[in-house]
């Protein structure tokens, strides 16, 4: 698969305006590990490549199982997620594919056992973001493979 174009630097203010998003959901109280989580499933759920690499390898780099890496694509049956992180994962998917399934009331009043009214703006929030990225990875060819995770405190 060959690269359609480099979006970051066809558009520099788009991208940082894209990593504003992330740096706000650094700060914004959700669970970095839970945040990897649901980026990993919407990526899947989306067929990008690049981001179901990226997110695998900052989950490992975070220290996450690879039980609970390779079980995420059907985490319905697993039994190696909290509550809070199977709300957050039924969320995702409910919010990625919100053409489809508008978000049942069910799948909202779970997150909503869960989550704080703030915590699901930014669960939202995290879900809309991974989804551009998706977009922009998909729609440019953006090649899998070459990302690296950043080194941890315990890394380096």
Not at 24 to 40: A, C, D, M, R
Request: overall charge negative; glycine content about 4%.
């Amino acid at each position: 698969m060959n690269s359609r174009l480099h979006y970051v630097k066809a558009s520099p203010e788009g991208y940082q305006a894209m990593l504003g998003l992330e740096q706000f959901l650094q700060t914004s109280g959700l669970e970095p590990v839970l945040l990897h989580l649901i980026k990993l499933r919407a990526s899947q759920i989306n067929g990008c490549a690049y981001c179901v690499d990226m997110h695998w390898k900052d989950l490992r780099a975070a220290g996450e199982s690879e039980e609970r890496l390779y079980m995420l694509s059907a985490w319905h049956e697993a039994t190696v997620y909290s509550e809070r992180e199977r709300a957050a994962l039924a969320f995702t998917e409910a919010v990625t594919l919100v053409s489809e399934t508008h978000v049942p009331d069910a799948v909202y009043a779970e997150a909503k056992n869960h989550f704080s009214d703030t915590e699901l703006v930014n669960l939202t929030i995290a879900i809309a973001t991974i989804n551009a990225w998706n977009r922009l990875a998909i729609t440019f060819r953006t090649e899998p493979g070459k990302y690296h995770a950043p080194k941890t405190a315990a890394q380096k």
